[in-house]
């Protein structure tokens, strides 16, 4: 038997195959991340300590803040509803952590505190000392988070260049800027498998499951009755929404409009539904839940989602468009109220040769909600 020799690690093929690659780094930051682990970015020749708020413990805090002097780092949207003052042109803020401050004050801050009448979860603002809009680094510790469907909130604790302290923890280091880019770049969707599905709108259904190689969500396309996809095809993307699709929640119309989507398609020769797993806008399930507690509160769908730090849309479309081409679609007939879906197809290739609106589920209580997806989203009211 062969033994394993140590110089075989030199070998360029060897390490070609084996060592990790940047999207592999990236997953395993983000798997530290979200146990909890602190991990280390790297920008401009600095290394520092990262960790995310919502997973963060006293332990850890402690242990970080005996390394040096900790930051928290916060969306603009997120510093716009604590109050603070605008510090400039960028996507994150830092702010100086007091040296009494524990996790209670760090949670208040980032908005995972539970928010009531009786008991408000923000801070008066001049308890929030700010320093300055964030670098590189910081935005790549957000970015993490959001990618997460994390609360975009997060503990950063310089370290200068000395990295001595990285390796003795072993923790996963990357660049910053790898980071961004990694989470930036268009991940291809692989078909990994499909099924023949028959449904109550249609016996003739099809179900194909796909997947990205940087260790996303799967995404599902689904084909109604039997369309040809050679031609224009009736075509939906659907974002997973599990109060309304599953539970019948009357605060949106998702789940009316999946379900008119696939009785309209079935009705008029087929069609694909492309369900995309970003639920609440991108969000996650845990942050549209804080969500509806702010709205309940008073806020709409879009203060509440920026209020807990995020965008008014965190979901990418692209991931629609990449499905399509692999299953050899390059014309629709688009089902949507939202000219974003129409604009980011046509930016990736797929010639949107009609929109087909949809308008199915209002109710008592999702007239606000609806509104103001045409107020502020720009969603077309017919």
């Known amino acids: 038997m062969q033994l394993f020799r140590p110089t075989d690690l030199h070998d360029d093929a060897t390490r070609e195959a084996l060592a990790p690659r940047a999207a592999e780094y990236l997953l395993r930051i983000k798997g530290d991340l979200r146990l909890g682990l602190p991990v280390a ?13 919502e997973t963060l413990t006293d332990a850890r805090l402690a242990a970080l803040s005996a390394l040096g002097h ?13 109050g603070l003052p605008e510090t400039g042109a960028g996507e994150t803020v830092t702010l100086d952590v007091p ?21 408000p979860a923000v801070p008066a603002p001049q308890t929030v ?8 680094l910081h935005r790549a510790a957000i970015a993490l988070a959001k990618a997460e469907q994390m609360l975009p909130a997060a503990l950063v604790v310089p ?19 790898d980071v961004i880019a990694a989470l930036e770049r268009d991940q291809p969707q692989h078909p990994i498998s499909s099924a023949r599905l028959p449904m109550d709108v249609s016996e003739a259904g099809h179900v194909h499951v796909f997947r990205s190689g940087n260790g996303g969500e799967e995404h599902y396309a689904i084909e109604i009755g039997a369309p040809d996809l050679t031609g224009p095809v009736t075509v939906r993307l ?23 989507a696939m009785s309209a398609m079935a009705e008029t020769g087929g069609g694909v539904l492309l369900y995309l797993n970003q639920e609440g806008r991108g969000i996650g399930l845990a942050n549209k839940m804080r969500a509806y507690t702010l709205q309940d509160a008073g806020l709409d769908t879009v203060e509440a989602n920026q209020w807990l730090g995020f965008e008014d849309d965190e979901r990418d479309f692209r991931i ?46 999702n007239d606000r909600y609806i509104a103001t997806k045409i107020a502020k989203s720009g969603h077309l009211p017919r």
């Open 41 to 53: 970015l790297k920008d401009a020749g600095t290394v520092a300590l990262v960790a995310w708020v």
């Open 70 to 82: 900790p930051q928290l780092v916060v969306t603009a949207h997120r510093a716009a509803a604590l």
């Open 99 to 119: 040296q009494a401050a524990g996790l209670a004050w760090l949670t208040a801050i980032a908005g995972q505190a539970a928010v009531t009448a009786e008991e």
């Open 129 to 136: 000392p700010v320093t300055a809009a964030g670098s590189v």
């Open 159 to 177: 370290l200068g260049e000395d990295a001595e302290l990285v390796r003795r923890l072993d923790l996963t280091v990357m660049s910053a800027a």
């Open 238 to 260: 659907h974002s997973s929404c599990f109060t309304g699709d599953v539970l019948g929640s009357r605060k949106c119309d998702c789940g009316a409009q999946l379900r008119g």
């Open 320 to 365: 629609g468009a990449n499905m399509l081409h692999r299953l050899g679609i390059a014309q629709v007939r688009l089902m949507t109220n939202n000219p974003a879906k129409i604009a980011i197809l046509a930016a990736q290739g797929i010639e949107v040769i009609e929109r087909v609106p949809l308008h199915q589920g209002r109710t008592g209580w």
